[in-house]
């Protein structure tokens, strides 16, 4: 059962999703996707969205494209690892949850990429949706020496002055992963909810990419410039089914079994 008392840590549950963000079929379960040649969201960037995460500014839109490392790519990371596993598509402990679902069906090592955001966002004190004091263990917070009320990056540096730059990353790569760590049974739950078998995530993330990549190189070829859709997942066939095709040569429907 999912505890939805979790819901301001970066839970979420997942039948508490308004319909127009996901629906229960006989066929699987029906998420919407849009896609844009350009997004008018700061960015600019050419891709898709998850349609629950059209509106959030952190949120930048992503393509077939896998980087290498991983076989699928970051939409299917927004999908699989963060939304169907029932937690927030953005935010520092969101994503250190996700990231444990995605090393589990990728086999990726995750520390490289928990490494990254302690980089590339805590060493500037920077946390989303929540204060660095609040995102750091109590025990952490206790070793830096603080008089009255400092912001992130003065409290990043405090620890850093502590422990030592090195160790201080390692400190928080280990709280990344304990906070991941968390969200196991609750991602668990989540899919099952859903009629998603856990053991079938690495399946059905190809089966996704491959529907994606196909779609994606047709809309980049077209020069198609907006594009509604919605992902069809099931534990035997993933599918993206397209709205609003009219004067395009995309096909109503791009399907892959799951292997």
Not at 54 to 83: C, K, M, Y
Not at 224 to 241: D, G, V, Y
Request: hydrophobic residues 40%; proline residues 3%.
């Amino acid at each position: 059962m999912i505890n939805t008392m979790q819901t301001s840590l970066g839970f979420r549950d997942v039948h508490a999703y308004p319909s127009t963000h996901l629906r229960l079929t006989l066929e699987g379960v029906r998420v919407p996707v849009s896609y844009r040649k350009t997004w008018n969201d700061g960015f600019g960037a050419r891709g898709w969205k998850l349609d629950i995460a059209s509106t959030d500014p952190v949120i930048i839109a992503s393509t077939r494209e896998t980087g290498g490392r991983i076989p699928t790519s970051v939409l299917i990371h927004d999908l699989l690892d963060h939304f169907l596993s029932g937690f927030d598509i953005s935010g520092h402990r969101a994503e250190a949850m996700a990231l444990i679902q995605l090393g589990k069906r990728t086999g990726s090592d995750i520390r490289r990429d928990y490494l990254q955001m302690v980089r590339e966002d805590l060493h500037y004190g920077r946390v989303n949706h929540e204060s660095l004091a609040s995102f750091l263990p109590p025990a952490l917070i206790a070793n830096a020496r603080m008089d009255g009320h400092i912001d992130g990056r003065e409290l990043i540096q405090a620890l850093q002055s502590e422990m030592g730059v090195e160790a201080l990353e390692e400190r928080l790569v280990q709280h990344f992963m304990h906070l991941g760590e968390r969200g196991e049974a609750h991602a668990q739950d989540s899919l099952r909810l859903l009629g998603l078998k856990p053991s079938r995530c690495r399946e059905i993330g190809l089966a996704l990419q491959r529907v994606l990549a196909e779609v994606d190189q047709r809309v980049e070829n077209e020069g198609i410039e907006r594009l509604n859709a919605t992902f069809i997942i099931s534990n035997e066939q993933c599918a993206l089914e397209i709205i609003n095709a009219a004067g395009s040569g995309l096909r109503k429907r791009y399907s892959s079994g799951v292997g």
